[in-house]
């Protein structure tokens, strides 16, 4: 079973995807700002950081290169469409555009845990 760092600050969407990812049989830890989901990649294995893109003390990128520097994949999540432009340089970055259906982060997940380098993921728009 795979162990999932999903960290989320919007209360309705953080348990919307814990929900559907527990529903999977993947095993899930939470935070709800970048300082807390740097701690606790520092603290635990993860098989993969699934993270918001902007958070109220910093953004996903916090998160995911510190996920990255243990090895762990990261897909970053964004309701801003701006960001896109900065990463579609650098296909290192897994990205998704809010708003997504359960379905549609469950898919990406999957995918993510099956791709080993991050560069064969690319971003999904």
Do not use: Q
């Not at 606790?40 to 996920?67: E, F, K, N, Q």
């Not at 897909?75 to 379905?103: A, C, M, Q, W």
């Amino acid at each position: 079973m795979s162990r999932i760092l999903l960290v989320e600050d919007d209360t309705a969407t953080r348990v919307l995807w814990e929900h559907a990812l527990l529903d999977a049989d993947y095993e899930i830890d939470t935070a709800e700002t970048a300082t807390g989901g740097v701690a606790l990649v520092g603290s635990r294995h993860y098989d993969l950081v699934v993270t918001d893109g902007r958070l109220p003390d910093g953004i996903g990128m916090m998160v995911a290169d510190a996920g990255r520097a243990k090895g762990i994949p990261a897909l970053l999540v964004t309701g801003y469409t701006f960001i896109l432009d900065e990463l579609r340089g650098d296909p290192s970055h897994n990205v998704l555009v809010k708003p997504i259906r359960p379905s549609e982060l469950l898919e990406a997940v999957a995918r993510a845990l099956s791709t080993t380098p991050a560069s064969d993921f690319g971003p999904v728009v």
